[in-house]
């Protein structure tokens, strides 16, 4: 009856670790470049989802940072002649579009 128990818990084990989200990190992505710092990939926490803020100024992109991201929530808002798009998402690698 044990060894079941094992089984059944292993398998379970096996299907949560498949199903954890996974995002993109990326601290400083400049307009038409790579990832500058950070590339890499987190995977995300109970309550988190991938995150991505886009800076633009005058229309035009100029910066991205991604992260796995607590509480995450869509935003849009203007600061200092800039625009700030705060975007989140929740399937493997969804904050890696441009």
Known sequence: MNKHFLLVFFLLSCIEVQTLLKCITCHLRIK????????????????EACMTLKIYADQSFQLSYMVCQKFCRDLT???????????????DYCNYKF
């Open 32 to 47: 038409s470049d790579r990832c500058r710092r950070g590339f890499g990939i987190c995977v995300a926490q109970k309550s």
């Open 77 to 91: 808002f203007d600061f200092n002649n800039r625009t700030y798009v705060h975007e989140c998402c929740n399937y």
